[in-house]
């Protein structure tokens, strides 16, 4: 069965066919209908989903300069939220913004390296606080330490052994007050500290 290009027609089950050389639909057996569009490079540039009476639930929208993806915009209609996405000319993440119902709630920014990785990230919601994160690597590109800053002031450090076998030193106003020590991901050890003096250890089997 073919459908009218860019209308979903509700009470359909199934599968459409294609019924252009820029576009196609496919309906899921309840009823709601995707369609895609594509450029002439044959690019997917937009997918959009309607519900069987033919309203707009969701849309995905991707932009090209070139050759180069630029941007994803990802719309969610029922939640009134739009998730947009920045990419470098590498195809890497370099911001992400989150709105919700015309208010920014969300605002990331990505730092990378010359050799390509990823070294800091800004987080910004909607009442100002900013979360700042620097990433340290050693040899062979190995993360070795994750900083994270609340309003500038440090309050989570991670010191990587492996992927798996780190210790995290939780801060507060700055100030070292636990550690965690984690194996193949599992905390193993907790320590208290206060004013630079270790007063409490605890083991986990």
Not at 37 to 52: C, K, M, N, V
Not at 156 to 173: N, P, Q, S
Request: aromatic letters at 12%; charged letters at 25%.
């Amino acid at each position: 069965m073919l459908l009218q290009s860019g209308t979903p027609e509700a009470g359909l089950a199934g599968i459409s066919y294609t019924f252009s050389s820029a576009s196609y639909s496919w309906m899921q057996a309840d009823g709601i209908v995707t369609l895609y569009a594509f450029d002439e490079a044959g690019r997917l540039t937009i997918a959009s989903r309607y519900s069987p009476a033919g309203e707009l639930l969701a849309r995905e929208t991707y932009r090209f300069v070139a050759d180069k993806l630029t941007e994803i915009e990802k719309q969610d209609v029922v939640q009134a939220s739009v998730v947009l996405t920045v990419y470098d000319d590498n195809g890497r993440v370099t911001q992400e913004t989150v709105t919700v119902t015309d208010q920014v709630v969300s605002y990331t920014a990505n730092q990378y390296d010359d050799q390509g990785r990823l070294t800091g990230r800004l987080v910004t919601d909607d009442r100002n606080n900013h979360t700042r994160i620097v990433f340290s690597y050693g040899n062979e590109d190995r993360l070795i330490v994750e900083e994270w800053f609340q309003n500038d002031l440090l309050w989570r450090r991670i010191e990587y052994e492996t992927a798996a076998d780190y210790t995290v030193l939780l801060h507060d106003g700055g100030i070292l007050f636990a550690k965690e020590y984690y194996q193949a991901d599992v905390l193993v050890r907790q320590e208290l500290w206060r004013d630079g003096n270790l007063i409490r250890t605890r083991t986990y089997d």
